[in-house]
């Protein structure tokens, strides 16, 4: 048994020591040594293959006839294998800018320009061994044009999606200076999630040179909650057919986001009248608005505690529709239009705060609404209907918030 084991032993001995005779690199090749990198199917890639007899770190770089240096495979770490290694080569390498150029975009993958290199592969062993093999490459009718990002804006500079109707989106523009494989443009959060922003796609074709418009709202009328207030990078990246890869950015401030959700608390109404009235008596209300969102509600007037008759409506008022604002609002079966008489959910200055020039209910605050409206009109239909609503004007009317505690009235005359 001892004597197999000295035989076993004796066997790896030789198999190590004829791995550790064999070069670290070995059948480099490159094939062919001419490329054209114009994306139109002919030569367009040269073929790299070596052989690694150990595990290291391998890297690949280029030279041009000036010295300078670029990078085509930074060092990264290789196991040993049986087959060959095969890397295809396009003429693009990690970005870098010449003396007398500068951009307002970052180039992160860039074409080589024509002419004659060398091409260099290095492996290294964590034990020191090395080894560098060099081959000659020659480029030529590369398409060197890079796919540009010029006019890259965003407007305004800071917004708040929240559906209040005061800068809950953002425009971004930008110009590509050619047509390009892929362009995306998007919003990076502290967790590196990104956020993409989708492009208004019927003013240019996708990824085809020229100007390009998005619009974002911070995911908010999908349904997403928007990221949490902050100063985010946003980013427009591009790549063009050859692997020519850029990025630019901009600063985006997010403030006062939070997807609004405010509801009549308990959905109960306490009304004056619970059956029956005169006409020319007044209908009042009493309930209560609960903001159960982050983010601020905002709201205007006719303001709690207005007095309508039946022959009027908010724009009797002065106060017409406003996208994104609160208000509760009365309805009744024959009305000409849906909840005519509205009223804002508070009072300023007392559960409302002011927020620029508009009023607002803080995040997870409640606030009593009152209001009446005088009936000086017989109703066609009687006994009908009264309810309340809690509207999000130009957005929505909730179905937890619509036709809430309806109340059944007849209407005397005197």
């Known amino acids: 048994m001892k004597h197999r084991s000295l035989v076993l032993l004796g066997i790896l001995l030789l198999l190590l020591s004829a791995c550790s005779d064999k070069p670290l690199l070995q059948d480099v090749s490159i094939s062919p040594t001419i490329i054209t990198p114009n994306a139109d199917g002919d030569t367009d890639l040269a073929k790299i293959e070596f052989l690694l007899n150990r595990s290291a770190t391998v890297a690949i770089t280029l030279f041009d006839k000036g010295g300078n240096e670029y990078i085509f495979r930074a060092p990264s770490r290789l196991p040993v294998h049986d087959d060959a290694y095969t890397v295809y080569f396009g003429g693009v390498v990690e970005g870098y800018t010449l003396p007398d150029e500068t951009y307002d975009y970052t180039i992160l993958k860039r074409m080589l320009p024509d002419g004659d290199y060398t091409w260099k592969i290095q492996a290294e062993t964590a034990e020191g061994e090395r080894a560098v093999t060099t081959r000659t490459l020659t480029i030529r009718n590369a398409d060197t044009l890079m796919p540009g990002i010029r006019g890259f804006s965003v407007s305004p500079t800071s917004f708040s999606p929240n559906q209040d109707g ?6 971004i523009n930008l110009f590509l200076e050619k047509d390009v494989e892929s362009s995306r443009v998007y919003v990076l959060d502290a967790n590196n999630l990104k956020h993409h922003i989708s492009e208004d796609e019927e003013k240019v074709t996708p990824n085809a040179r020229g100007f390009h418009a998005y619009n974002w709202d911070g995911g908010i009328d999908a349904g997403s909650e928007p990221p949490e207030d902050g100063v985010y990078s946003l980013y427009a990246e591009a790549h063009d057919r050859m692997g020519q890869h850029v990025i630019v950015s901009r600063s985006l401030e997010i403030i ?12 109960e109404v306490e009304y004056s009248v619970a059956t029956s009235m005169i006409l020319s008596e007044t209908l009042c209300f009493t309930l209560t608005v609960e903001n159960d969102s982050v ?9 709690a505690g207005t007095h309508y008759r039946s022959d009027q409506n908010f724009n009797s008022f002065g106060r017409s529709e406003e996208s994104g604002v609160f208000r509760v609002g009365m309805d009744f079966d024959t009305s000409l239009r849906n909840y005519p008489f509205r009223w804002g959910i508070g009072q300023p200055g007392v559960d409302l705060v002011q927020i620029g020039e508009h009023w607002y209910l803080p995040p997870s605050a409640r606030s009593t609404v009152t209001g009446c409206v005088q009936i000086t009109d017989l109703p066609v239909r009687n006994p009908l209907y009264y309810w309340m609503g809690l509207i999000h004007e130009d957005v929505e009317i909730a179905a937890v918030n619509n036709r809430v505690d309806p109340v059944f009235i007849r209407v005397y005359e005197p």
């Open 295 to 303: 983010t601020p509600l905002r709201t205007t007037g006719p303001w």
């Open 166 to 171: 005061i800068d809950d989106r953002v425009q």
């Open 256 to 267: 006062n986001a939070g997807m609004p959700r405010a509801y009549i608390l308990n959905a």
